[in-house]
Nanobody
Framework: VDVVESGGALVQPGGSLTLSCASP????????MAWYRQAPGKQRESVAS???????DYADSVKDRFTISKNSAEATIYLQMNSLKPEDTAIYYC????????????WGQGTQVTVSS
């Protein structure tokens, strides 16, 4: 398995979570990576990306609230999520950045984030 997502939980609106994307094969160190999410009944969408050099980009819906980062020594991608909203509720996945790479790793199971009071 190339990526394993973790860190999802039930959190109240306004709360914070940090998601992790571990890479046992360490392949994330060689690709531009992104966090994606898929809410019930909606298409999977990219919310944050990080290049091999560390440049980041965000969807407008999460800008100034989410921060993507990576630890190359640990071969792990993180997503710090602050000021969470109910509309952030989704399964979150990490994979190669579709804007940069044509191929994707086999999708992991993702990690569930639920924002609700």
């Amino acid at each position: 398995v190339d990526v394993v997502e973790s860190g999802g939980a039930l959190v109240q609106p306004g709360g914070s979570l940090t998601l992790s994307c571990a890479s046992p094969t360490r392949v994330v160190n060689f690709y531009a990576m992104a966090w994606y999410r898929q809410a019930p009944g909606k298409q999977r969408e990219s919310v944050a990306s990080i290049s091999r050099e560390g440049a980041t980009d965000y969807a407008d819906s999460v800008k100034d609230r989410f921060t993507i980062s990576k630890n190359s020594a640990e071969a792990t991608i993180y997503l710090q999520m602050n000021s969470l909203k109910p509309e952030d509720t989704a399964i979150y996945y990490c994979n190669t950045d579709a804007r940069v790479h044509n191929s994707r790793f086999t999708w992991g199971q993702g990690t569930q984030v639920t924002v609700s009071s």
